[in-house]
């Protein structure tokens, strides 16, 4: 069965022109990849890495100055197709909320704080859905119950619910319709330890049941670790390294994944952890060649003049580093031989 | 400082005309200096002449050069918006970086003048000094009595900013680093307040010079200064547009619309380029 | 036994919420108490989620707020009081704050430099400009950066690691004894995290500054902590060394946070099932209304009930 998302060398940039000033920050810079059908896709990356970038060009939100440039995401749903980096804002709009929908990072910016919840509910769903009256709100009764939410929920305001009960909302309004894509982006960042955890495996159980595909996007890898089926890790615009997640955590095959899955701390583990040189390069001059270079223990000449391509060094692994072969565990990493094998 | 004022000139086409608008009515105002007739003596010229190259803007029914005549006018007008701006920006930032950083009882005490201002009408308080006064009313002392009244909404604008501004980590920062408040509200919240100011200024201008004319028009300031407002006092009372002196009407006027037009032009694209957060997308944040 | 740096006594701090005919109390910091040694450097850290009142008993340690009951003591002088300008200037130089955010933490119109050198100039005995920059220098090769690097930048031509570590230098400069780092490293990238928190490590050892860390990041506290304080809802349910404490936590809610910390060891297995069961005990003691620390051998001490609330 054919991928639900195909992305090939999708391009988007911040095309700038102030007082005289050009600038062009390549925020998504030539990336490949696929989605398959019923998975969870991890994209970790730290902030102007341009994973935000990348996932508004998925979701079809994006707006000038940010472009595409070249390239394209097409999603292959059900009842039809569509490449969501060169469509109108019409075909974007028909496939919102039902079969493609978006949580976002904070709750408050998605809730109207003046409307109650069910107001916003149906602004939300009553066209997808098709339904009015009664039978809308039976349908958000019966969503909310899935969410483990009370009826009374609909009648509130969203200020009086707390952080974790206005995301768990958050998430309802982007499943009721049952849409076939989801995209989560940082959707438990600003929670506490101990909701998050619970909104993770509401949002695991739920794509469990409706059979969608997810992509998250967080920059915490132990999120990562126990959400995602696979991994992606996108640096400076690209993806480095994308492979199975027990796989990703236990032989990375990137030095940039290596540092990010060691520098982990554990509850029991006091090695000390090591520590990345140099920042994240600045998307307006990115550096030659492979852009992680000036802070990777490996690089060698060609790693400055020539830019490695994403290229499949293990079963279903690939990497974009020219020296993957010589990438190993760092010290504080998790040995292959702890972590037990994947339960599907 | 250079480089920005030609970067604005060739990117932002208000500040381009703005500039050249308010420059040469500056200018025009400046020639005042070389003016080879004196403003205060009348029928030293043939009345009622229509614009030729011998009088560019014509003369007046009093006899007096109206080209040289509007030279002062506009350069006092200038001069006397000028100040009533300063002064009220001094006053309005100093109340309303206070009033919003310190707080307490500072802020009610000032706030409590602040509304008293707001609500004191200053128009019939204008024809009071006027009454008061008579001829002894120059333009400095009348600056000086609508500066106070021009500060009030201001300062609550820029109180407001600096209400935001108190609850910012950086201000809390520099309270660790060891700085005192009027270091704080000088260097840290100035800058955040420069757009409302420099805005607020222009409008101010527009305010005042307003309000001269007006009270100039009627009769209510010393009618002998050469002031825009005087001059249409003037021709007013010498009911110009009735005897057929159109210029001496029209040609302020129109002057007076190109001063204010320049000074909004100047007013929104200076704000748009020193706000904090247009300068801050320029610097490429 | 010298005086100690830090006395946290019986501390409780109560917000008035609601009109004038509904006021409600919240009580944000209840009974809080904990001691910093002067003579041996550590790491004290407070782990608590929103709404434990860490944030606020952080401000009255700063003296950014006066609790409503108990006492806190820095150096054997009450500082929970009102203090006047110079007073304020002495205790400024021996506590300094590192905050959440490191892109906030600077005016963004301004040039970092300056905060440095406002510390310097005020904190330090003899304020001329050699010595101020040689002071605001040496701060900054301590904490892996230098003055040439960082003169004339402005904010945001820096990462968030770098911000960060300009403040925790900012904050050495009057050579504090203790330093108050509230969540410092929430909001820094993943790859420059852990340079941050080796750095607050490295200033325990080698520079004999105390931290009080607060977070609620229990895997980066197992990492640094000396000792560590669990609170919830603003009392203290757990106490005591750190790695102790951690390893084997016996307050229902300790065991529900470090349940809930999600960890790389399962990496692929997919292990979310949260622990309910916790979760609802530890809402249930909320209720309890008669409670008291318990000082257990090891140097622990946990909050136990005389009656468990009903469900």
Not at chain 1, 10 to 25: D, S
Not at chain 3, 176 to 194: F, G, H, K, N
Request: proline share 6%; aromatic share 8%; charged share 20%.
């Amino acid at each position: 069965m054919a991928d639900i998302l195909t992305v090939e060398h999708l391009k988007a940039y911040y095309l700038m022109n102030y007082f005289g000033i050009t600038r062009e920050v390549r925020a998504v810079d030539d990336i490949t990849m696929s989605v398959r059908r019923n998975e969870v896709y991890g994209i970790a990356g730290e902030s102007s890495s341009g994973k935000t970038s990348f996932i508004r060009v998925l979701a079809a939100a994006i707006r000038p100055p940010l472009r595409v440039v070249a390239g394209s995401a097409r999603y292959e749903f059900d009842d039809r197709s569509i490449d969501v980096a060169n469509a109108g804002p019409e075909a974007a709009e028909a496939i919102r909320w039902s079969h493609l929908s978006y949580i976002m990072q904070g709750s408050m910016s998605v809730l109207n704080p003046v409307r109650r919840i069910e107001r916003t509910f149906e602004d939300f769903a009553a066209r997808p859905l098709g339904l009015s009256g009664r039978a809308l709100r039976q349908r958000f009764v019966e969503h909310l119950g899935r969410l483990k939410l009370p009826p009374e929920v609909l009648r509130a305001f969203p200020h009086e619910l707390s952080g974790g009960m206005r995301q768990r909302v958050t998430i309802g309004l982007a499943t009721i319709a049952n849409p076939q894509f989801i995209i989560a982006d940082e959707p438990t960042t600003a929670l506490d330890v101990v909701v998050q955890k619970d909104v993770l495996s509401l949002i695991r159980n739920l794509q469990k049941e409706m059979g969608a595909s997810v992509i998250f996007v967080t920059h915490d890898m132990a999120v990562h670790a126990n959400m995602a089926d696979r991994v992606g890790i996108i640096y400076a615009g690209r993806l480095v390294e994308e492979a199975p997640t027990r796989q990703l955590f236990t032989a990375p095959k990137h030095p940039y994944t290596a540092h990010l899955v060691a520098s982990l701390p554990r509850i029991g583990d006091t090695t000390q952890r090591p520590a990345l040189e140099g920042r994240p390069p600045n998307l307006a001059d990115p550096p030659q060649g492979c852009r992680f270079h000036p802070r990777c223990p490996l690089a060698i000449e060609k790693c400055r003049q020539e830019v490695p391509p994403l290229a499949t060094v293990a079963p279903d692994q690939r990497s974009a580093c020219w020296r993957w072969d010589d990438v190993v565990p760092l010290p504080g990493s998790i040995p292959a031989a702890r972590v037990p094998e994947p339960v599907r | 400082m250079f480089s920005i004022f030609r970067d604005l000139v060739r990117y932002n086409i208000e500040f381009a005309i703005g500039v050249v608008l308010v420059g040469s009515i500056t200018l025009f105002s400046l020639l005042s200096f070389f003016s080879p007739v004196d403003p205060t003596m009348i029928y030293v010229a043939i009345p009622d002449r229509p614009p030729s190259f011998e009088h560019l803007f014509g003369t007046n029914s009093r006899g007096q050069d109206l080209f040289w005549q509007l030279t002062f006018a506009f350069r006092n007008t200038l001069y006397f918006g000028l100040t009533v701006a300063v002064l009220s920006r001094i006053i309005s930032i100093t109340v309303g970086l206070a009033a919003g950083y310190l707080g307490g009882w500072v802020d009610r005490v000032l706030m409590f003048f602040n509304d008293i201002f707001v609500a004191i009408p200053i128009f019939p308080i204008l024809i009071l000094f006027y009454f008061v006064m008579r001829s002894n009313l120059d333009m400095f002392t009348l600056a000086l009595i609508m500066a106070c009244f021009g500060w009030p909404f201001d300062a609550r604008l820029i109180r407001s900013v600096a209400l935001g501004l108190r609850n910012r980590e950086f201000t809390r920062q520099a309270v660790f680093a060891g700085m005192s408040p009027l270091k704080i509200m000088r260097e840290e919240h100035l800058p955040y307040v420069m757009p409302i100011i420099f805005s607020t200024a222009m409008a101010n201008m527009i305010w005042s010079i307003g309000l001269e004319v007006t009270l100039a028009v009627l009769g209510f300031t010393n009618i002998n200064i050469p002031t825009v407002g005087t001059a249409l006092y003037w021709a007013n009372s010498h009911s110009a547009l009735v005897v057929g002196v159109w210029w001496w009407i029209l040609i302020p006027v129109i002057l007076i619309v190109l001063t204010f037009l320049g000074l909004f032009l100047l007013a929104i694209s200076l704000n748009e380029y020193i706000d904090p957060r247009s300068r801050l997308r320029r610097m490429g944040v | 036994m010298s005086v100690p740096l830090l006395e946290v006594d019986r501390v409780s701090k109560e917000f008035a919420m609601g009109g004038l005919l509904s006021r409600q109390h919240i009580r944000a910091v209840d009974d809080v108490s904990f001691t910093l040694q002067a003579d041996k450097a550590e790491i004290f850290t407070i782990i608590g989620e929103s709404g434990s009142g860490k944030t606020t008993l952080a401000r009255m340690i700063l003296g950014l707020e006066r609790p409503t009951s108990g006492d806190l003591r820095f150096r054997g002088e009450l500082i929970s009081r009102r203090m006047s300008r110079p007073e304020r200037l002495a205790f400024m130089a021996a506590v300094q704050p590192v905050f959440q955010n490191p892109f906030e933490a600077f005016n963004p119109l301004k040039q970092v430099d300056r905060y440095l050198f406002a510390t310097a100039r005020r904190f330090l005995p003899s304020p001329d400009q050699a010595a101020v920059e040689a002071a605001a220098d040496a701060a900054l090769v301590k904490v892996g950066l230098s003055l040439v690097e960082v003169r004339g930048r402005f904010p945001h031509e820096l990462s968030g690691g770098q911000l960060q570590r300009v403040a925790i230098a900012r904050a050495l400069i009057p050579n504090p004894p203790l330093l108050i780092t509230d969540e410092p490293v929430s909001m820094v990238d993943a790859s420059l995290r852990m340079s941050i928190v080796n750095l607050l490590k490295a200033l325990r050892d080698d520079h004999g500054v105390s931290v009080i860390y607060i977070t609620h990041d229990l895997a980066t506290a197992y990492y640094i902590s000396d000792r560590i304080v669990i609170m919830q809802k603003g009392k203290v349910v757990e106490t005591g060394p750190a790695r102790a404490v951690l390893d084997a936590p016996e307050h229902p809610y300790s065991r529900l946070l470090k349940a809930s910390v999600l960890s790389a060891e399962d990496a692929g297995a997919g292990k979310l099932g949260p622990a309910t069961d916790l979760m609802a005990l530890s809402d249930r003691l909320l209720g309890a209304t008669e409670s008291r620390l318990e000082q257990r051998q090891d140097g622990r001490a946990v909050r136990t009930y005389s009656e468990l609330p009903a469900a």
